[in-house]
């Protein structure tokens, strides 16, 4: 199993970003994905859930109405486009799957065994 994140950068308040996990090496579209972040000195918090066939999704409070999570199964690829961002938003995000378990702890991060390397999202004030 393998997750590339990319997508990440330097943007100020207000911009948007977004960013793709690449997947490969296992059955994609047998598997929910989460999106997860950790700030420096924080513990990695879950930001988004989509399930697998991208009919079920989930956001933390705190991105609701701000980030839309997709995937695109043709291309092994989920995506966090990320809108209105804040300086409380810059983290190293990360994508994560698990095997399809339903909507059971969906932003739980130990739920998830597999996880990408991290891209740096920074949101200058």
């Known amino acids: 199993v393998q997750l590339v994140e990319s997508g990440g950068g330097l943007v100020q308040a207000g911009g948007s970003l977004r960013l793709s996990c690449a997947a490969s090496?296992?059955?994609?579209?047998?598997?929910?994905i989460g999106w997860f972040r950790q700030a420096p000195g924080k513990e990695r918090e879950g930001v988004s859930y989509i399930s697998r066939s991208g009919g079920s999704t989930n956001y933390a409070d705190s991105v609701k109405g701000r980030f839309t999570i997709s995937r695109d199964n043709a291309k092994n690829t989920v995506y966090l486009q990320m809108n209105s961002l804040k300086p409380e938003d810059t983290a190293v995000y990360y994508c994560?799957?698990?095997?399809?378990?339903?909507?059971?702890?969906?932003?739980?991060?130990?739920?998830?065994?597999?996880w990408g390397q991290g891209t740096q999202v920074t949101v200058s004030s």
């Open positions: 090496g296992f059955t994609f579209d047998d598997y929910d």
């Open positions: 994560a799957a698990r095997v399809y378990s339903g909507s059971f702890l969906v932003l739980d991060k130990y739920k998830y065994p597999y």
